[in-house]
DNA sequence: GCCGTTTTCGGCCCGACTGTTTTCAGTCG
């Protein structure tokens, strides 16, 4: 999608007038950037359908910027932002990312120095250069040297999945000091934002010496950046790092709410607040100067007049509307699944057992368990055949006996090439479900790829598409398909699409809601290749609920005897 | 440059921290 590559101009663009010192032009840019970047519709779409008055009507796209999109989607160019370029060749993008440098910085040090990039700042620091100037010194210097390492080396986002652990630890240490009265994730972790940068914790305490002692030596820890009365910041091995605050306990609903985020949101949230004649800052709601809220989060939603809002929807893609009406979503919770889908064992390609899944699902207090282990074409997990799915039946049918909880009998049947099988549909019809899936070829142009899994999907025996776009989070992209098109023929022939709890995440935050609006159910499934991986199935919930997703939306929330009856149809 | 249940003109979120100053600009979240 152009999309992506027109919200970055938008952004540069707004970057290099912050140069300038030009008031508020750039943040109409960048918020007309972040605009097009969440947009559901393909912006070559939208302006073939309703030319340039729609494309006006994306929310921050006034006149001027609708022009330059045009121009951008005709020319493939955009002349302003050239122009921009040549009067000042400096990479502001990755300039920018480096701690303690802004535009007006970087503008200086360009003046000064002419300094154009991360490579010659360097330069310029090895040469001790920068602490000579006016407002640099021996600190910022080596600071700014070591922000450039630090990109260098990482520069990744973390899954949530990856830090989780580490949070817990820390949450559990902090907890059992007696001076520690609240104590909560903030930031994207507590979004559940599907990677993070690092992690925000909020405490509520009136004593904070002894909880900084506790923090900064907590384990894992590879250095501490600052540590002060109410703020401290470490770098955990990992490499990501975590801050942590310390408010009085009347304002930590304010702090949570305000530590949450997103920006966009808060943003949002505070221009709803003045409009209503308050102010609202990390240490509460006031009007006139009187403190009106803040040690409750849900307090400050209710004085706002809104309904509360779940963590997950706090990224200003129209929660805060929703909210004033009462009308959001109330979303799919955890205990809410009663199964999972998506599973391999050593029937096939895994080191698990059917018996060993069945135990597991048992323990999770699930109703019933799907089987699905991959079919030949698959070497590398020694897909099954037809014989040797028929031979699995039998087997399942025994667990069925020995056991109370429901086993299905499934499979995730390849798509190939051309979007056939590589099974034959007597067998398919024999299994209680059908996932289907792209494991190979995945290099093929938009029309080919959809076109394959169009085809793929209107075998009638099939109950659902797993990971539908093919990426996996911080290691491969999503793969070129119409999703529109995927969504809509899933709605109409009624086959499931898959949210996937591994490190794929796959459909993610924004198509698992776009799905969900052309009114397409899902399955939540773990793709388990290792026991320990039946219990990620709270990413995937995550993520749902990020979508905007309710137990209603999802199938495998549905008791045995309702989702035997769905299967069946099938 | 964008936007509108106070406005088509006059606003645009806000407080803390850092490193540098000697009262503050720039950056960050």
Redesign the pocket.
């Known amino acids: 999608m152009k999309n992506d590559e027109i919200a970055k101009i938008l952004f540069e ?1 707004g970057e290099y ?2 140069l300038e ?5 750039p ?3 960048q ?2 950037a972040l ?1 097009l970047d969440n947009l559901e519709k393909d912006i070559e779409d939208i302006y073939r359908e309703k030319g340039l008055k729609g494309v ?13 999109i045009e121009e951008y989607l005709k020319t493939g160019k955009v002349e ?1 932002y050239e122009e921009l370029k040549r009067k000042k060749p400096i990479d502001v993008k990755n300039l ?13 040090l360009n003046k000064e120095l002419g300094i154009r990039n991360v490579a010659e700042l360097r330069e310029a620091i090895e040469k001790s250069k ?2 000579e ?11 700014i040297l070591e ?1 450039i390492a630090f990109m260098e080396s990482s520069g990744l986002r973390y899954l949530i999945s990856e830090v989780a652990e580490d949070v817990d630890i820390i949450l559990e240490r902090l907890k059992k000091l007696k001076e520690v009265k609240k104590i909560e994730v903030a ?1 994207s972790f507590r979004r559940r934002k599907e990677t993070v ?2 992690i ?1 914790i909020l405490v509520a305490s009136p004593f904070s010496h002894k909880i900084m002692d506790e923090f900064v030596s907590l384990p894992g820890i590879v250095r501490i ?7 401290s ?1 470490v770098r955990m091995k990992k490499g990501y ?1 975590i ?1 942590l605050r310390i408010v009085m306990e009347d304002s930590f609903g304010s702090a949570l709410q ?2 949450t ?1 997103s ?1 966009e949101h ?2 949002a949230l ?2 709803l ?3 209503k ?1 308050y ?5 509460g709601l ?1 009007k006139n100067d009187l403190y009106k809220a803040g040690k409750k989060e849900e307090d400050i939603y209710e004085k706002l007049g809104l309904q509360y809002i779940p963590p997950e929807l706090r990224e200003n893609r129209g929660e805060i509307e929703a909210a004033i009406k009462f009308k959001l979503p109330k979303l799919i919770e955890l205990k809410d699944v009663r199964g999972d889908f998506h599973t391999h064992s050593s029937f096939a390609g895994t080191l698990i057992s059917m018996e060993d899944i069945v135990l597991r699902a048992m323990q999770k207090k699930y109703e019933y368990i799907g089987i699905s282990d991959h079919t030949k074409e698959l070497k590398i997990e020694n897909g099954l055949d037809e014989k040797r799915l028929a031979l699995q039946e039998k087997e399942i049918r025994k667990l069925n006996e020995k056991y109370k909880i429901k086993i299905f009998h499934g499979a995730e049947v390849n798509i190939l090439k051309d979007g056939s099988f590589d099974i034959k549909n007597s067998a398919l019809k024999e299994l209680d479900f059908v996932n289907i899936g792209i494991h190979t070829n995945f290099k093929m142009n938009k029309k080919d790829m959809t076109e394959r899994v169009l085809k793929a999907m209107s075998n009638p025996y099939v109950t659902c598409l797993t990971h539908p776009t093919g990426r996996i989070v911080n290691r491969r992209g999503a793969f070129n398909i119409d999703l529109e098109k995927i969504f809509k023929f899933a709605k109409t022939n009624n086959i499931l699409l898959e949210i996937n709890s591994s490190e794929r995440l796959d459909l993610n935050d924004y198509n698992i809601r776009s799905a969900k609006e052309k009114g397409c159910k899902f399955f939540i499934n773990t793709d388990t290749h290792a026991l320990k991986q039946m219990d990620r199935m709270k990413y995937g919930v995550y993520q749902a609920r990020r979508g905007w997703v309710t137990k209603e939306d999802v199938i495998n929330t549905l008791p045995v005897r309702e989702i035997e009856k769905f299967l069946k149809k099938k």
């Open positions: 663009i007038l912050d010192n030009i008031p508020f032009k943040r109409a840019y918020s007309a605009s006006q009507e994306i929310p921050g796209v006034g006149k001027s910027i609708a022009l330059k302003y920018t990312k480096i701690e303690g440098l802004g535009p007006k910085r970087i503008d200086f920068l602490k100037l006016k407002g640099f010194g021996e600190k910022s210097q080596k600071n922000s930031g940068g690092d925000d950046w600052g540590r002060g009365e109410t703020k910041s790092d801050d305000y530590f985020g920006k808060n943003v505070r221009r607040a003045i409009s004649g102010k609202l800052n990390e240490y006031f």
